[in-house]
């Protein structure tokens, strides 16, 4: 048995590595965390703990003494924060753990959670990439709608879940938000109807070991219906962005397509996705590759078998019988889950 933690479970990623997990034959111990008693994937793991912000001073002391204390053989999440603060501090970690934690360098993270980092990054190694400028800076938006014209759309440069997103149809509403702090204006590329999520992983020896393309819809940032596709320049053109990036592990390329039906990469997420379950379900497990490739060090080819298909996302419950948030509350942990009685019912609405 091997001992595995994910941290962040209160984010819908975090709760997508744990379905993922749980769909494998790997006989494990899974452990969550989160910095708040309330979250739910806590109590979808057989121990949990509560976790301090990975902005806070003592988040690697922490992180290091729950896995010397647990013996854990590999972490996961699904948090932006918390893989940056790892990565930040990889050789410290690494020097107090014999646990593994596999991401993308620091440096590419700082690129993918910045949009206008991506943006100029996609520039520079010859992808596609949005037309681009930051806002606020009237000569350069002068330029972009000159050259463009609207509609365009402004994001937070460090935002996600579509949080803080404007879109622009004239020059009175540019007007309105152009005063507004660390934004990117960039070009609106082709309509709701066209976005991909395209989910890569590169293998330790730095192979793209394949490569999943789901055409999706949106709900307040979330995929709330997935189906998986073939798209020849999709997979020629995230297959390019991969060997001029070479992430370690996941790398998830969101895409639109433009007038001319060209992909083009408004986003990456240097991370595993939102539709990581999803997409073990339909053949490619790249978090199970992970614990193959770095904990058992055995061959991950048959964890990429993509079959075609359809997701739907809809509301599920969870009911816990006894006082588990109580014991979270008050201890910080429970070490053994199967002290409360947990049980899942979806729900077709109401």
Not at 238 to 260: D, F, H, T, V, W
């Amino acid at each position: 048995m091997i001992n595995v933690l994910v941290l962040g479970v209160g984010g819908n990623v975090s709760q997508g590595i744990i379905k993922a997990l749980r769909r494998t034959n790997i006989d494990m111990w899974l452990m969550g965390a989160c910095v708040s008693a309330n979250s739910a994937g806590l109590y979808m793991c057989d121990e949990a703990y509560l976790s301090p912000y990975a902005h806070e001073d003592n988040f690697i002391e922490w992180l290091i003494e729950i896995c010397n204390e647990h013996q854990t053989d590999i972490i996961f999440t699904g948090v932006e924060e918390n893989i940056r603060r790892i990565a930040r501090d990889i050789k410290y970690f690494k020097d107090g753990t014999r646990t593994v934690f596999i991401s993308s360098s620091y440096e590419q993270l700082l690129i993918g959670q910045d949009k206008f980092l991506t943006a100029q990054w996609l520039k520079e190694n010859g992808c596609n990439y949005p037309g681009y400028c930051k806002l606020g800076i009237q000569s350069e938006t002068a330029k972009l709608v000159e050259r463009l014209g609207f509609p365009l759309i402004a994001k937070p440069r460090n935002g996600k879940s579509s949080q803080g997103i404007y879109l622009i149809n004239n020059q009175q509403e540019l007007d309105k938000i152009s005063a507004l702090d660390n934004y990117v204006l960039q070009e609106y590329i082709g309509s709701d109807d066209s976005e991909y999520t395209v989910g890569c992983y590169c293998s330790r020896s730095g192979k793209l070991m394949d490569i999943i393309i789901m055409r999706r819809i949106l709900k307040n940032g979330t995929t709330i219906w997935a189906e998986v596709i073939e798209n020849e320049k999709i997979y020629k053109e995230a297959e390019k962005i991969c060997e001029a990036y070479k992430p370690r592990g996941p790398l998830n390329i969101q895409m639109r397509l433009n007038g001319s039906g060209k992909p083009v990469c408004f986003e990456l997420n240097v991370r595993f996705s939102g539709t990581t379950a999803m997409r073990a379900n339909f053949g490619y497990c790249d978090v199970e590759a992970m614990v193959r490739e770095y904990v058992f060090h055995e061959s991950i080819d048959g964890c990429f078998r993509v079959v075609s298909g359809e997701a739907y996302r809809y509301s599920q419950e969870m009911y816990i019988f006894g006082k588990a948030t109580e014991n979270m509350k008050r201890y910080g942990k429970i070490e053994d889950m199967s002290r409360f009685r947990v049980r899942y019912e979806g729900t077709a609405g109401e």
